[in-house]
Protein backbone atom coordinates (compact mmCIF):
# COMPACT_ATOMS: atom_id res chain seq x y z
CA UNK A 1 0.00 0.00 0.00
CA UNK A 2 1.33 3.51 -0.52
CA UNK A 3 1.30 4.41 3.24
CA UNK A 4 3.15 1.49 3.83
CA UNK A 5 5.78 2.35 1.54
CA UNK A 6 6.50 6.02 3.27
CA UNK A 7 7.14 3.77 6.25
CA UNK A 8 9.98 5.16 8.58
CA UNK A 9 10.89 8.04 6.82
CA UNK A 10 13.03 11.09 8.47
CA UNK A 11 10.80 13.87 8.64
CA UNK A 12 12.93 16.49 10.86
CA UNK A 13 16.50 15.98 12.46
CA UNK A 14 16.67 18.25 15.08
CA UNK A 15 19.84 19.49 16.74
CA UNK A 16 20.37 21.25 19.99
CA UNK A 17 22.25 22.01 22.72
CA UNK A 18 21.66 21.25 26.44
CA UNK A 19 23.47 20.73 29.65
CA UNK A 20 23.18 17.03 30.69
CA UNK A 21 23.80 16.54 34.58
CA UNK A 22 25.57 19.79 34.72
CA UNK A 23 27.79 19.08 31.57
CA UNK A 24 27.56 20.49 28.01
CA UNK A 25 25.66 17.93 25.67
CA UNK A 26 24.04 18.13 22.35
CA UNK A 27 20.62 16.51 21.80
CA UNK A 28 20.07 15.16 18.14
CA UNK A 29 15.72 13.98 17.62
CA UNK A 30 15.29 12.15 14.90
CA UNK A 31 11.20 11.89 14.05
CA UNK A 32 9.86 9.49 12.17
CA UNK A 33 6.66 8.63 10.90
CA UNK A 34 4.80 5.24 10.66
CA UNK A 35 1.61 4.89 9.66
CA UNK A 36 0.41 7.57 11.34
CA UNK A 37 2.39 7.47 14.26
CA UNK A 38 5.44 9.54 15.23
CA UNK A 39 8.22 8.23 17.25
CA UNK A 40 11.31 9.54 17.94
CA UNK A 41 14.90 8.52 18.60
CA UNK A 42 16.78 10.89 21.06
CA UNK A 43 20.50 10.79 21.27
CA UNK A 44 22.27 12.74 23.49
CA UNK A 45 26.37 13.38 22.95
CA UNK A 46 28.49 14.99 25.71
CA UNK A 47 31.55 17.06 25.16
CA UNK A 48 34.00 14.22 24.06
CA UNK A 49 31.87 12.80 21.75
CA UNK A 50 30.85 10.16 23.59
CA UNK A 51 27.26 8.93 23.50
CA UNK A 52 25.73 9.72 27.27
CA UNK A 53 22.90 8.06 26.36
CA UNK A 54 20.09 7.29 24.01
CA UNK A 55 16.83 6.22 24.28
CA UNK A 56 13.81 5.65 21.96
CA UNK A 57 10.40 7.40 22.75
CA UNK A 58 7.31 6.41 21.24
CA UNK A 59 5.54 9.88 20.90
CA UNK A 60 1.94 9.82 21.98
CA UNK A 61 -0.17 12.24 22.02
CA UNK A 62 -2.66 13.17 25.04
CA UNK A 63 -5.46 11.95 22.78
CA UNK A 64 -3.87 9.12 21.68
CA UNK A 65 -3.01 7.70 25.17
CA UNK A 66 -6.34 8.73 26.76
CA UNK A 67 -8.26 6.20 23.72
CA UNK A 68 -5.61 3.44 24.54
CA UNK A 69 -6.71 3.94 28.12
CA UNK A 70 -10.41 3.96 28.22
CA UNK A 71 -10.26 0.78 26.88
CA UNK A 72 -9.30 -1.06 29.56
CA UNK A 73 -12.21 -2.00 31.80
CA UNK A 74 -10.85 -0.85 35.62
CA UNK A 75 -14.27 -0.21 37.20
CA UNK A 76 -14.09 -0.46 40.80
CA UNK A 77 -16.28 -2.81 43.47
CA UNK A 78 -17.44 -1.75 46.83
CA UNK A 79 -18.85 -5.68 47.75
CA UNK A 80 -14.95 -6.56 47.14
CA UNK A 81 -12.55 -7.27 50.35
CA UNK A 82 -9.27 -7.90 47.48
CA UNK A 83 -6.99 -4.94 46.94
CA UNK A 84 -7.34 -3.60 44.44
CA UNK A 85 -11.41 -4.50 44.42
CA UNK A 86 -11.10 -5.90 40.89
CA UNK A 87 -8.57 -7.39 38.65
CA UNK A 88 -9.10 -5.42 36.00
CA UNK A 89 -6.96 -2.48 37.52
CA UNK A 90 -4.23 -4.63 37.99
CA UNK A 91 -3.63 -5.82 33.96
CA UNK A 92 -4.24 -1.97 33.43
CA UNK A 93 -1.55 -0.73 36.05
CA UNK A 94 0.88 -3.39 34.36
CA UNK A 95 -0.05 -1.93 30.91
CA UNK A 96 0.95 1.24 32.10
CA UNK A 97 4.18 0.03 34.18
CA UNK A 98 5.25 -1.43 30.98
CA UNK A 99 4.83 2.36 29.13
CA UNK A 100 6.27 4.03 32.54
CA UNK A 101 9.78 2.18 32.06
CA UNK A 102 9.85 3.16 28.07
CA UNK A 103 9.38 6.21 29.25
CA UNK A 104 12.48 6.58 31.17
CA UNK A 105 10.99 6.49 34.44
CA UNK A 106 12.95 5.01 37.51
CA UNK A 107 11.95 2.26 40.13
CA UNK A 108 8.23 1.59 38.22
CA UNK A 109 6.47 -1.03 40.47
CA UNK A 110 3.06 -1.92 41.47
CA UNK A 111 2.92 -2.95 45.11
CA UNK A 112 0.78 -5.84 46.75
CA UNK A 113 -1.85 -3.44 47.04
CA UNK A 114 -1.86 -2.16 43.09
CA UNK A 115 -0.81 0.90 43.76
CA UNK A 116 1.21 1.80 40.98
CA UNK A 117 4.22 4.15 41.25
CA UNK A 118 7.35 5.32 39.92
CA UNK A 119 9.73 8.64 39.64
CA UNK A 120 11.29 10.99 36.96
CA UNK A 121 14.81 11.53 38.42
CA UNK A 122 16.30 15.79 39.07
CA UNK A 123 18.12 17.14 36.16
CA UNK A 124 18.02 20.49 38.18
CA UNK A 125 21.60 21.33 39.29
CA UNK A 126 19.97 22.82 42.24
CA UNK A 127 18.10 21.45 44.94
CA UNK A 128 14.38 21.57 44.11
CA UNK A 129 11.97 19.97 46.13
CA UNK A 130 10.69 16.53 44.66
CA UNK A 131 6.44 16.79 43.92
CA UNK A 132 4.26 14.57 43.25
CA UNK A 133 1.36 14.11 40.98
CA UNK A 134 -1.26 11.35 41.18
CA UNK A 135 -4.36 10.07 39.77
CA UNK A 136 -6.68 6.67 39.88
CA UNK A 137 -6.88 3.89 38.19
CA UNK A 138 -10.11 2.64 38.59
CA UNK A 139 -13.87 4.10 37.18
CA UNK A 140 -16.95 4.70 39.28
CA UNK A 141 -19.52 1.50 39.95
CA UNK A 142 -22.39 3.46 39.05
CA UNK A 143 -21.98 2.40 35.38
CA UNK A 144 -19.92 0.03 33.53
CA UNK A 145 -16.75 1.07 31.99
CA UNK A 146 -16.51 -2.14 29.88
CA UNK A 147 -16.01 -2.08 25.75
CA UNK A 148 -15.66 1.79 26.46
CA UNK A 149 -16.55 2.85 22.46
CA UNK A 150 -14.98 6.12 22.62
CA UNK A 151 -16.15 8.63 19.62
CA UNK A 152 -13.99 11.71 18.95
CA UNK A 153 -16.46 14.65 17.43
CA UNK A 154 -14.47 17.15 15.85
CA UNK A 155 -14.93 20.66 15.53
CA UNK A 156 -17.56 20.31 17.89
CA UNK A 157 -20.60 22.54 15.94
CA UNK A 158 -22.73 23.29 19.44
CA UNK A 159 -25.47 21.32 18.34
CA UNK A 160 -26.76 18.30 20.61
CA UNK A 161 -24.60 14.95 20.24
CA UNK A 162 -26.28 12.26 19.27
CA UNK A 163 -24.55 9.40 21.09
CA UNK A 164 -26.44 6.23 19.60
CA UNK A 165 -29.02 7.23 16.96
CA UNK A 166 -30.90 3.90 17.48
CA UNK A 167 -31.44 4.14 21.27
CA UNK A 168 -32.22 7.88 21.01
CA UNK A 169 -29.56 8.17 23.48
CA UNK A 170 -28.59 12.48 23.13
CA UNK A 171 -26.09 14.51 24.68
CA UNK A 172 -27.95 17.64 25.56
CA UNK A 173 -27.12 21.65 25.57
CA UNK A 174 -30.22 21.56 28.02
CA UNK A 175 -28.46 18.84 30.86
CA UNK A 176 -24.91 20.14 29.65
CA UNK A 177 -25.16 24.17 28.52
CA UNK A 178 -21.09 24.51 29.64
CA UNK A 179 -21.24 21.98 25.85
CA UNK A 180 -21.58 26.07 24.34
CA UNK A 181 -17.72 26.61 25.62
CA UNK A 182 -16.43 24.20 23.70
CA UNK A 183 -17.58 25.11 20.06
CA UNK A 184 -15.09 24.33 17.71
CA UNK A 185 -13.05 22.12 19.82
CA UNK A 186 -12.29 17.88 18.91
CA UNK A 187 -14.95 16.50 22.00
CA UNK A 188 -14.15 12.71 23.36
CA UNK A 189 -18.14 11.30 23.88
CA UNK A 190 -19.01 7.63 24.73
CA UNK A 191 -21.45 5.51 22.74
CA UNK A 192 -24.39 6.23 25.15
CA UNK A 193 -23.88 3.10 26.96
CA UNK A 194 -20.79 3.12 29.13
CA UNK A 195 -19.07 5.66 31.42
CA UNK A 196 -16.00 7.16 29.00
CA UNK A 197 -13.60 6.54 32.30
CA UNK A 198 -12.44 10.39 31.76
CA UNK A 199 -12.59 10.37 35.36
CA UNK A 200 -9.64 9.40 35.90
CA UNK A 201 -7.81 8.22 33.01
CA UNK A 202 -7.54 11.41 31.34
CA UNK A 203 -5.49 12.56 34.84
CA UNK A 204 -3.61 9.37 33.84
CA UNK A 205 -2.87 10.38 30.35
CA UNK A 206 -1.92 14.35 31.06
CA UNK A 207 0.62 13.29 33.54
CA UNK A 208 2.27 10.70 31.49
CA UNK A 209 2.06 12.74 28.79
CA UNK A 210 3.76 15.61 30.90
CA UNK A 211 6.65 12.89 31.36
CA UNK A 212 7.25 12.29 27.41
CA UNK A 213 7.17 16.05 27.02
CA UNK A 214 10.12 16.46 30.22
CA UNK A 215 11.75 13.76 28.46
CA UNK A 216 11.62 14.97 24.95
CA UNK A 217 12.92 18.75 26.57
CA UNK A 218 15.87 17.77 28.61
CA UNK A 219 16.94 21.63 29.11
CA UNK A 220 13.84 21.76 31.05
CA UNK A 221 14.91 21.54 34.38
CA UNK A 222 13.31 20.10 37.52
CA UNK A 223 13.02 18.54 40.53
CA UNK A 224 12.41 14.60 41.58
CA UNK A 225 8.77 14.36 40.00
CA UNK A 226 6.81 11.37 41.92
CA UNK A 227 4.49 9.36 40.24
CA UNK A 228 1.33 7.70 41.61
CA UNK A 229 -1.66 5.78 40.34
CA UNK A 230 -3.90 4.68 42.87
CA UNK A 231 -6.73 1.95 42.64
CA UNK A 232 -10.24 1.90 44.02
CA UNK A 233 -10.47 5.95 44.37
CA UNK A 234 -14.28 5.52 43.74
CA UNK A 235 -15.06 3.10 46.26
CA UNK A 236 -13.04 5.10 49.05
CA UNK A 237 -10.45 3.32 49.13
CA UNK A 238 -7.71 4.67 47.27
CA UNK A 239 -5.66 6.28 50.20
CA UNK A 240 -5.88 3.15 52.41
CA UNK A 241 -2.35 1.93 51.77
CA UNK A 242 -0.92 5.07 50.47
CA UNK A 243 2.68 4.80 51.00
CA UNK A 244 3.69 9.01 52.02
CA UNK A 245 6.75 8.03 53.21
CA UNK A 246 7.81 5.52 50.06
CA UNK A 247 5.84 8.13 47.36
CA UNK A 248 9.03 10.40 48.35
CA UNK A 249 7.08 13.85 47.49
CA UNK A 250 7.14 17.01 49.67
CA UNK A 251 3.78 17.75 48.22
CA UNK A 252 1.88 16.65 45.10
CA UNK A 253 -1.28 17.79 43.26
CA UNK A 254 -4.03 14.76 42.05
CA UNK A 255 -5.34 15.40 38.23
CA UNK A 256 -9.21 14.45 39.02
CA UNK A 257 -11.12 17.41 38.57
CA UNK A 258 -13.13 18.59 35.99
CA UNK A 259 -13.50 21.97 33.98
CA UNK A 260 -10.72 23.41 32.22
CA UNK A 261 -8.89 25.66 35.50
CA UNK A 262 -10.12 23.79 38.24
CA UNK A 263 -8.31 24.29 41.08
CA UNK A 264 -9.38 22.63 44.61
CA UNK A 265 -7.96 22.80 48.20
CA UNK A 266 -11.40 22.87 50.51
CA UNK A 267 -13.34 20.10 50.33
CA UNK A 268 -16.29 19.41 53.69
CA UNK A 269 -15.60 17.98 57.46
CA UNK A 270 -17.71 15.29 57.16
CA UNK A 271 -19.02 13.33 59.58
CA UNK A 272 -21.83 10.54 59.87
CA UNK A 273 -24.19 9.99 62.77
CA UNK A 274 -26.57 6.88 63.27
CA UNK A 275 -28.90 7.01 65.84
CA UNK A 276 -31.33 3.72 67.27
CA UNK A 277 -34.76 5.40 68.63
CA UNK A 278 -35.66 2.62 70.96
CA UNK A 279 -39.93 2.39 71.37
CA UNK A 280 -42.16 0.31 72.90
CA UNK A 281 -44.89 -1.57 71.40
CA UNK A 282 -48.28 -2.61 72.69
CA UNK A 283 -51.99 -3.59 70.82
CA UNK A 284 -52.57 -0.28 69.55
CA UNK A 285 -56.37 -0.87 71.05
CA UNK A 286 -54.53 -0.61 74.30
CA UNK A 287 -51.98 1.34 73.80
CA UNK A 288 -53.05 5.02 76.13
CA UNK A 289 -50.23 6.36 77.78
CA UNK A 290 -47.88 2.82 76.74
CA UNK A 291 -47.47 2.85 73.60
CA UNK A 292 -43.78 5.01 72.39
CA UNK A 293 -43.80 5.21 68.79
CA UNK A 294 -40.27 5.04 67.58
CA UNK A 295 -41.23 6.03 63.98
CA UNK A 296 -42.75 8.72 65.33
CA UNK A 297 -40.45 9.72 67.60
CA UNK A 298 -37.62 9.57 65.00
CA UNK A 299 -39.59 11.93 62.32
CA UNK A 300 -39.77 14.78 65.06
CA UNK A 301 -36.05 14.34 66.04
CA UNK A 302 -35.57 15.00 62.03
CA UNK A 303 -37.86 17.73 61.86
CA UNK A 304 -36.22 19.65 65.02
CA UNK A 305 -33.41 20.28 62.98
CA UNK A 306 -32.77 23.17 60.98
CA UNK A 307 -35.12 22.77 58.00
CA UNK A 308 -33.11 24.65 55.51
CA UNK A 309 -29.69 23.41 55.86
CA UNK A 310 -29.91 20.66 53.35
CA UNK A 311 -28.39 19.62 50.23
CA UNK A 312 -31.17 20.47 48.38
CA UNK A 313 -30.67 24.02 50.20
CA UNK A 314 -27.70 24.54 50.04
CA UNK A 315 -24.96 25.06 47.66
CA UNK A 316 -21.43 27.08 47.80
CA UNK A 317 -19.64 27.43 51.24
CA UNK A 318 -23.02 25.96 52.95
CA UNK A 319 -23.19 23.01 55.38
CA UNK A 320 -25.44 20.63 56.06
CA UNK A 321 -27.50 17.81 57.51
CA UNK A 322 -28.59 15.25 55.32
CA UNK A 323 -30.57 12.24 56.14
CA UNK A 324 -29.51 8.99 53.65
CA UNK A 325 -31.66 6.31 55.85
CA UNK A 326 -34.74 5.79 57.77
CA UNK A 327 -35.47 2.31 59.02
CA UNK A 328 -37.77 1.24 61.58
CA UNK A 329 -41.16 -0.14 63.16
CA UNK A 330 -42.55 0.93 66.73
CA UNK A 331 -39.99 -1.16 68.71
CA UNK A 332 -37.17 0.55 67.15
CA UNK A 333 -35.71 2.87 64.31
CA UNK A 334 -32.43 3.12 63.11
CA UNK A 335 -31.49 6.45 61.29
CA UNK A 336 -28.58 7.88 59.19
CA UNK A 337 -27.21 11.68 59.32
CA UNK A 338 -24.64 12.86 57.04
CA UNK A 339 -23.05 16.23 58.43
CA UNK A 340 -21.27 18.67 55.92
CA UNK A 341 -19.63 21.78 56.75
CA UNK A 342 -16.01 23.90 55.37
CA UNK A 343 -15.59 25.29 58.68
CA UNK A 344 -14.51 23.45 61.73
CA UNK A 345 -16.31 25.58 64.12
CA UNK A 346 -19.77 25.26 61.98
CA UNK A 347 -18.69 21.67 62.11
CA UNK A 348 -18.73 20.68 65.94
CA UNK A 349 -21.77 22.52 66.25
CA UNK A 350 -24.31 20.70 63.81
CA UNK A 351 -22.30 17.47 65.61
CA UNK A 352 -23.14 18.66 69.05
CA UNK A 353 -26.57 20.17 67.66
CA UNK A 354 -27.23 16.28 67.24
CA UNK A 355 -25.86 15.02 70.35
CA UNK A 356 -28.20 17.92 72.11
CA UNK A 357 -30.84 16.48 71.00
CA UNK A 358 -30.28 13.35 71.59
CA UNK A 359 -30.09 14.46 75.57
CA UNK A 360 -33.47 16.29 74.75
CA UNK A 361 -35.63 14.37 73.05
CA UNK A 362 -34.25 10.77 75.86
CA UNK A 363 -35.17 13.55 78.37
CA UNK A 364 -38.85 14.33 77.16
CA UNK A 365 -39.77 11.03 76.08
CA UNK A 366 -38.22 8.69 79.03
CA UNK A 367 -36.53 6.96 76.57
CA UNK A 368 -32.85 5.34 75.54
CA UNK A 369 -31.81 7.00 72.13
CA UNK A 370 -28.31 5.59 70.99
CA UNK A 371 -25.82 7.99 69.58
CA UNK A 372 -22.68 7.09 67.62
CA UNK A 373 -21.02 9.79 65.59
CA UNK A 374 -18.05 9.32 63.60
CA UNK A 375 -15.75 11.60 61.67
CA UNK A 376 -14.97 10.71 57.94
CA UNK A 377 -12.79 13.16 56.54
CA UNK A 378 -11.58 17.22 57.12
CA UNK A 379 -11.12 20.06 55.29
CA UNK A 380 -7.62 20.00 53.61
CA UNK A 381 -7.70 23.60 53.58
CA UNK A 382 -6.09 23.45 57.08
CA UNK A 383 -3.22 20.93 55.64
CA UNK A 384 -3.06 23.41 52.39
CA UNK A 385 -2.92 27.08 54.11
CA UNK A 386 0.56 26.75 56.08
CA UNK A 387 1.85 25.42 52.48
CA UNK A 388 -0.36 28.29 50.82
CA UNK A 389 2.26 28.28 48.12
CA UNK A 390 1.39 25.46 46.14
CA UNK A 391 -1.86 26.68 45.39
CA UNK A 392 -0.28 29.85 44.21
CA UNK A 393 2.43 28.09 42.01
CA UNK A 394 -0.79 26.18 40.50
CA UNK A 395 -2.63 28.95 39.89
CA UNK A 396 0.64 30.80 38.35
CA UNK A 397 1.10 27.99 35.91
CA UNK A 398 -2.22 27.73 35.13
CA UNK A 399 -2.20 31.82 34.05
CA UNK A 400 1.10 31.32 32.07
CA UNK A 401 0.01 28.88 30.06
CA UNK A 402 -3.75 30.97 29.61
CA UNK A 403 -5.62 28.64 31.74
CA UNK A 404 -7.73 31.15 33.56
CA UNK A 405 -7.69 29.38 36.85
CA UNK A 406 -11.37 28.41 38.52
CA UNK A 407 -10.89 27.90 42.54
CA UNK A 408 -13.77 26.45 44.02
CA UNK A 409 -14.41 24.51 47.22
CA UNK A 410 -15.33 20.47 46.74
CA UNK A 411 -18.73 19.77 47.93
CA UNK A 412 -17.51 16.64 48.84
CA UNK A 413 -14.28 14.79 49.93
CA UNK A 414 -11.58 14.07 47.57
CA UNK A 415 -7.99 11.53 48.38
CA UNK A 416 -5.98 14.61 48.37
CA UNK A 417 -7.97 15.20 51.52
CA UNK A 418 -6.77 12.28 53.32
CA UNK A 419 -3.27 12.63 51.47
CA UNK A 420 -3.07 16.18 53.34
CA UNK A 421 -4.18 14.30 57.22
CA UNK A 422 -1.64 11.71 56.31
CA UNK A 423 1.31 14.45 55.57
CA UNK A 424 1.21 14.98 51.98
CA UNK A 425 -0.30 18.37 51.12
CA UNK A 426 -2.41 17.56 47.83
CA UNK A 427 -4.18 20.03 45.77
CA UNK A 428 -6.60 18.66 43.07
CA UNK A 429 -6.28 20.33 39.45
CA UNK A 430 -9.06 19.75 36.41
CA UNK A 431 -8.53 16.77 33.75
CA UNK A 432 -11.03 19.03 31.42
CA UNK A 433 -13.86 16.02 32.16
CA UNK A 434 -17.07 16.98 32.84
CA UNK A 435 -20.35 14.95 33.67
CA UNK A 436 -18.32 12.22 35.39
CA UNK A 437 -19.75 8.48 36.35
CA UNK A 438 -22.72 8.60 33.49
CA UNK A 439 -22.74 7.99 29.89
CA UNK A 440 -23.13 11.50 28.82
CA UNK A 441 -19.13 11.75 30.07
CA UNK A 442 -17.02 13.69 27.60
CA UNK A 443 -13.66 15.93 27.89
CA UNK A 444 -12.46 18.41 25.22
CA UNK A 445 -9.28 17.44 23.59
CA UNK A 446 -8.03 21.12 24.61
CA UNK A 447 -9.14 20.90 28.48
CA UNK A 448 -6.33 17.56 28.01
CA UNK A 449 -3.78 19.58 26.11
CA UNK A 450 -3.77 22.53 28.55
CA UNK A 451 -3.99 19.80 31.52
CA UNK A 452 -0.44 18.63 30.03
CA UNK A 453 1.16 22.09 29.99
CA UNK A 454 0.16 22.68 33.32
CA UNK A 455 1.79 19.86 35.28
CA UNK A 456 4.80 20.51 32.92
CA UNK A 457 4.59 24.59 34.12
CA UNK A 458 4.05 23.27 37.70
CA UNK A 459 7.39 20.72 37.43
CA UNK A 460 9.43 24.14 35.73
CA UNK A 461 8.29 26.76 38.84
CA UNK A 462 9.33 24.21 41.86
CA UNK A 463 12.43 24.38 40.86
CA UNK A 464 12.63 27.78 41.21
CA UNK A 465 11.01 27.49 45.16
ZN1 LIG B 1 -12.02 10.68 40.02
Known amino acids: MHGDRKAFSPQSFNRKSVLIDKNPAIVFRLNIFSAGKQAGIL???????????????????????????????????????????TPGQLSFARVLATEMKELGLQEVRIDEYGYLSAYLPSNADREAPAIGFIAHLDTSPDLSGKNVNAQLIREYTGNNIVLDKKDDIVLTLEDSPELSNYVGQDLIVTDGHTLLGADDKAGIAEILTAVE?????????????????????????????????????????????GEIGGLEYENFNAAQVELVFKGRNTHPGYAKNKMVNSIAIANDFLNSLPKKEIPELTSGYDGFFHVVSIKGNVEETIMKILIRDFDRERFEWRKSTVENGVRDFSKKYGLNIELEITDQYYNMRERIEPVRFIVDIARQAMEEVKVKPRISPIRGGT??????????????????????HS??????????????????????LCVKI
Open 43 to 85: VLFNASGIISRNRIILFMSVTERFLKYVRYDTQSDPASETFPS
Open 213 to 257: YLQDHPEIKHGKVCICFTPDEEIGRGTDHFDVRGFGARFAYTLDG
Open 415 to 436: DGANLSYMGLPTPNLFTGGHNS
Open 439 to 460: RYEYIPVPSMERAVDVIVKIIE
